[in-house]
């Protein structure tokens, strides 16, 4: 599947859940802490009783720091066993945000080679822990939800499939209409959610539905993070193809070329420091749609249109 001078890439179901699932629905919550007052025997006997190797260090669920098992060894070595762990535990800690994507905390656990992410809320206090085994169970239920749900809804799903079929005219279209507000962190990603539904209840191929979702979460994050007053996000739905319009009023884009880069980002370092923004959102969906155009202006609005191909096959 070509895209211009690039091959459109196909999206697995894991793929999708990384892109558009939030920490929080993946994070454990029964977070074993440690007290910066506990010593580093403290600290080995809790991590051998709970079977853990590494734990956050906090005081009043407020990080601090984060203590391994290769640190307590260390310590040992240099015969600090009873000083208190603070002389041991490391002070820089990555975390990552609960309303984050699941997709920097796969990078973070993967490519810069972190074992374990303290989850923390918008005021910075420890809401739970992902690690790769939290992360693997958590997205094998999400799955497991994900095919009971399809499996009750296969009732909507014949009514809907057959709406092109029923309605007869020179040309059927069903178009919906998503508003999307501007910093609304908490809503981020209903639209793309509810798009998806209903493509799923039409029988659209479920490798595009995939791509559609990838698409139109990041779209709708873009709406979320850069935009004044938020924006919306406009469905065509039609037998052959699916057309997506998000549109907003400002402040628009100074540099088309430059905000097409992979990784180029204008969002600003509070959205940043909050694991959002990473300009990858435009990248991505040109990734995975069959058509992506952007119109653009400083101190103007923003339109960006998206063509998908239907294939009702199975």
Known sequence: MTHGDMTVQEITKVQELIYTTRVEDVMATDVIIVDPSMTVA?????????????????E??????????????????EGMLYEPVTTAMTTQVKTVLKDSVVAEVANSLGIKGFSRLPVVDHDGMLVGIVTTGTL???????MDRSFQKN????????????IFQDIV?????????????DKDFSNAGKASSMIKRALQ???????????????????????????????EILVDIRKDKLSISAVDHGPGIKDLKQVLQPGYSTAPEWIRDMGFGAGMGLANI??????????SEP????????????????
């Open 299 to 314: 101190g103007g609005g923003t339109r960006l249109d998206l063509v998908f191909n239907l294939d009702h096959s199975q």
């Open 60 to 77: 009043n669920r407020k990080i601090v720091g984060i203590v391994t098992m290769t640190d307590i060894i260390r310590a040992m070595e």
């Open 42 to 58: 403290d600290v080995r006997a809790l991590m051998k009783e709970k079977h853990i190797s590494g734990a956050p260090v906090a």
């Open 201 to 231: 209840r039409l029988v659209v191929n479920p490798q595009i539905v995939r791509r559609v979702a990838v698409a139109v979460y990041e779209a709708e994050m873009n709406l979320v993070i850069h935009t004044d007053v938020g924006g």
């Open 151 to 162: 499996e009750a809804e296969k009732l909507h799903t014949y009514r809907a499939s057959h």
């Open 136 to 142: 693997i169970k958590s997205l094998l239920r999400q």
């Open 286 to 295: 040109k990734r995975v749609s069959d058509m992506m155009k952007l119109i």
């Open 169 to 181: 005219s020179d040309d059927t279209s069903l178009l919906l209409r998503f508003v999307v507000d």
